[in-house]
């Protein structure tokens, strides 16, 4: 039932911009946190940015400054504003919400920032 639908990956140059949306159903939207992930080939997965329910973010700081977390509660849905991309934030972008023991994830969408 719970499921998470990423969009708005794509290319574009060092320095540019693009806003990832994740939109989630099957559990009640604003009472969880939610998480952006990214994972580059051969790399781990990695935390970027996190919101909670009531609306308070953290980012991992090589982000910090340039991407924007935020939430409307109204559409069920959480976006991920990065600006001033840079080619190591090249990656699949994966949200994630966290509903008891169980972890789920979206399919994730690419973002390749390359000249």
């Known amino acids: 039932q719970v499921q998470l639908v990423e969009s708005g990956g794509g290319l574009t140059q060092p320095g540019g911009s693009l806003r990832l949306s994740c939109a989630a159903s099957?559990?009640?939207?604003?009472?969880?946190?939610i998480r952006w992930y990214r994972q580059a080939p051969g790399k781990q997965r990695e935390l970027v940015a996190h919101i909670t329910g009531g609306g308070n973010t953290n980012y991992v700081d090589s982000v910090k400054g340039r991407f924007t977390i935020s939430r409307d509660n109204a559409k069920d849905t959480v976006y991920l504003q990065m600006n001033s991309l840079k080619p190591e934030d090249t990656a699949v972008y994966y949200c994630?919400?966290?509903?008891?023991?169980?972890?789920?994830w979206g399919q994730g969408t690419q973002v390749t920032v390359s000249s």
């Open positions: 994630n919400v966290a509903i008891y023991s169980e972890d789920y």
């Open positions: 099957g559990f009640i939207f604003g009472i969880y946190g």
